[in-house]
C-alpha cells in the first residue's frame, strides 16, 4: 500500500484532521481514554515573493475519562519538529497556551479558565541520550519532608505543570513490540518508497488493527490527491530551501568563528612580539645601564691610577732629594775627615 509520508506536516494535519482518528490515536498515545475532542489547528504563516511558509501547530481540547470514572479537561498540545532548533519554537508555544484562557461550561454558565496541558512532541530527529521511541515525561507529587509520594491531585499544579509525550520517529524499527508502536508503523521512515513523499507497506503489515487501518486508509488518500501533494512539493522546496540558507549561515557563523580565533591569535601574538619588545628594551636598558656603570668605574680606576702615579712621582722626587741630602752629609762627613 502506498500512502501520503505524514512526516510532512500538511499530511500530518490532513492525518488528524479526521477527528474520531485524532480521538483514538490521541489516546493510544496518552494512555487514557479521550471521549470528546476537538480539534484547534493553528498554523503561523510567513510569506515572502515566492512561498508561504506555514509552521504547523495542532491543539486539542480533550475530556478525558479518568480511571476512577470522572471527566476531565485538558489541552492537548501537538507539535512537530525535525530539527533541534525546534525547541525554541515548542517553549514559545507552550508558553502561548499557558496564557491561553478557554470556555468551560457548568450547567447553564460559561466560565473562562486555563486547562491542564498535555504536550506531544513528534520529532525526526534522534535525542542522542534517548534510545527508546516513544517516551513520557511525567509528574509526580513528593513531599520532600516525609520522603513520601502524594497521590492526590491540586489544580494549582496542575495548570502550572504539565506531562509530556515525545516520539522519536526516527527510531521506529520494523518490529512493534507494543500496540502503540504499530499505530506509529505510518509514521515509520524505514517504508521510504523511491519518492520521499511516499510511504509503501504492505497491506498484510497494516491489517488486523482497526485503527491502524482508518490511518493507512486516510494516507493512502492523502497520497491520490494532487492538491494535497503539491503542498507537500513546496513544503519540501521549502525546507530545502530553509536548509540551504542554515547551512549558508552555519558556513558564514563557521567561518566568522575561525576569523575571530586567528584574529584573536594574531593579538596574542602581538601582545607576545609586544612583551618581548618590551623585555628586550628593558634588557636593552639594564645593559646601557651596565656598561655606563663600567664607564664610571672605569674612570674611577683612571683617576685611582693617576692619583698613584702622581703619588709615585711624588715619592720619586722625595727620595731623590733624601738620595742628594745623603750624599751631601756623606761629603761633609768626609772633608771633616780630612782635616
Given amino acids: 500500500m502506498r500512502i501520503a509520508n505524514p512526516i510532512y506536516d500538511v499530511v500530518f494535519k490532513y492525518l488528524l484532521e479526521d477527528i474520531e482518528i485524532a480521538r483514538r490515536f490521541l489516546s493510544k498515545i496518552i494512555g487514557e481514554e479521550i471521549i470528546e475532542l476537538t480539534f484547534q489547528p493553528l498554523e503561523n504563516i510567513t510569506r515572502s515573493d515566492r512561498f508561504e511558509i506555514i509552521i504547523l501547530r495542532l ?152 485503527l491502524l487501518e482508518l490511518m493507512a486508509n486516510r494516507l493512502r488518500k492523502a497520497a491520490t490527491e494532487e492538491e494535497l501533494l503539491a503542498k507537500v512539493e513546496l513544503e519540501e522546496e521549502v525546507e530545502q530551501m530553509l536548509d540551504a540558507h542554515i547551512r549558508e549561515k552555519q558556513i558564514l557563523v563557521e567561518a566568522k568563528n575561525k576569523l575571530e580565533q586567528e584574529r584573536n591569535q594574531l593579538a596574542e601574538e602581538k601582545d607576545q612580539i609586544t612583551q618581548e619588545k618590551d623585555q628586550l628594551a628593558e634588557e636593552k636598558d639594564q645593559i646601557t645601564q651596565e656598561k655606563d656603570q663600567l664607564a664610571e668605574e672605569k674612570d674611577q680606576i683612571t683617576q685611582e691610577k693617576d692619583q698613584l702615579a702622581e703619588k709615585n712621582n711624588q715619592l720619586e722626587d722625595e727620595l731623590s732629594e733624601m738620595k742628594k741630602m745623603i750624599e751631601e752629609l756623606k761629603k761633609g762627613i768626609d772633608k771633616k775627615e780630612d782635616n
Fill in 59 to 210: 491543539d486539542f481540547k480533550a475530556t478525558i475519562k479518568t480511571a476512577d470514572g470522572s471527566l476531565k479537561k485538558i489541552l492537548i498540545e501537538l507539535q512537530k519538529g525535525k530539527q533541534p532548533g525546534d525547541i525554541l519554537r515548542f517553549r514559545k508555544y507552550l508558553g502561548d497556551n499557558y496564557r491561553k484562557e478557554d470556555s468551560i461550561q457548568q450547567g447553564n454558565e460559561v466560565s473562562k479558565s486555563s486547562l491542564p496541558i498535555t504536550t506531544i512532541y513528534f520529532l525526526g530527529f534522534p535525542l542522542i541520550n534517548i534510545p527508546t521511541t516513544v517516551m513520557k515525561v511525567n509528574r509526580v507529587y513528593h513531599d520532600l519532608i516525609t520522603g513520601k509520594t502524594i497521590e492526590s491531585k491540586e489544580e494549582f499544579v496542575e495548570k502550572l505543570t504539565h506531562d509530556s509525550f515525545i516520539i522519536q520517529i526516527s527510531r521506529l524499527g520494523k518490529e512493534d513490540r507494543t500496540e502503540l508502536e504499530r499505530l506509529l508503523k505510518v509514521f515509520n521512515q524505514m517504508y521510504i518508497s523511491d519518492d520521499s513523499k511516499i510511504l509503501e507497506i504492505k497491506e498484510s503489515e497494516l491489517t488486523g488493527d482497526e
